[in-house]
């Protein structure tokens, strides 16, 4: 079980439930999150192509540069695992949402053409003639609803509002996903709300960070094995502890 072991490699109790304990010897050990690749291609898909292998080592190094626990990527990369079908690279939204609020333009009386920039319309619409996109879901984790754009765009110092396909750049995908996924950005529900230790029942209730019940056990599956097949980089570590 690859919590055992990075926990044995840790020094720590190796019971293969990831705690304060593990988490604070593994960022003070400077460790980073890798792949047992044999395993991940074998229970997971079979096969990678390398654009597959590609996107699983750019979410991965956004986990890292982020330092999240073994836990917490997993289920990330379950989650790109999913949203991308398969292909672990940033897309637009199959359809661009032409049947979803934020896929349409809109008119009123007046021939004022407009948006909706939020799923619970606690907020007016925008004008098109303020923001000329349909903020359709885009990039690893499908972002949508202008509300959104603009959150994250602050967050990150990126202007995703005016420039929405920015959201398909792959580095700048990926962290959106993370800093979303763990801040609760997109549906105000966070995966360390969810998520302690890794189990499968709390991996299906992860899903409503990103889309409510949506395939969450599918996901959930994704994710434990995932998790089994991380392990650390075998290089490039430094002991933080002792600078």
């Not at 690859?2 to 003070?28: F, H, N, P, T």
């Not at 990369?77 to 949203?83: D, F, G, Q, R, S």
Request: net charge positive; aromatic share 12%.
């Amino acid at each position: 079980m690859a919590i055992i072991e990075m926990q044995k490699e840790l020094g720590v109790l190796a019971d293969g439930w990831w705690g304060g304990d593990s988490q604070r010897a593994y960022l003070a050990q400077g460790k980073q999150l890798d792949f047992n690749w044999a395993y991940l291609r074998r229970k997971l898909a079979g096969s990678f192509s390398q654009s597959q292998v590609d996107g699983f080592n750019r979410i991965m190094a956004a986990c890292n540069r982020a330092k999240l626990s073994p836990q917490h990527a997993a289920y990330i990369l379950a989650t790109v695992w999913h949203e991308s079908a398969t292909t672990m690279t940033p897309i637009n939204e199959y359809g661009k949402g032409r049947k979803k609020r934020y896929g349409q333009w809109f008119k009123n009386s007046k021939g004022v053409v407009y948006g909706i920039r939020n799923g619970n319309l606690s907020r007016p619409a925008y004008l098109k003639s303020d923001y000329p996109h349909l903020f359709f879901g885009r990039g690893d984790c499908q972002l949508t609803w202008l509300d959104n754009y603009i959150k994250l765009g602050l967050i990150l110092g990126v202007d995703l509002a005016n420039n929405p396909d920015l959201a398909l750049e792959p580095d700048i995908s990926a962290d959106i996903l993370v800093t979303g996924s763990m801040q609760g950005l997109f549906t105000g529900k966070s995966i360390p709300h969810y998520v302690t230790f890794g189990t499968f029942n709390e991996f299906v209730l992860a899903r409503y960070v990103i889309n409510g019940r949506d395939k969450r056990h599918l996901i959930a599956g994704y994710a434990k094995t995932i998790m089994t097949a991380m392990q650390f980089k075998d290089d490039d570590t430094v002991n933080l502890a002792a600078a």
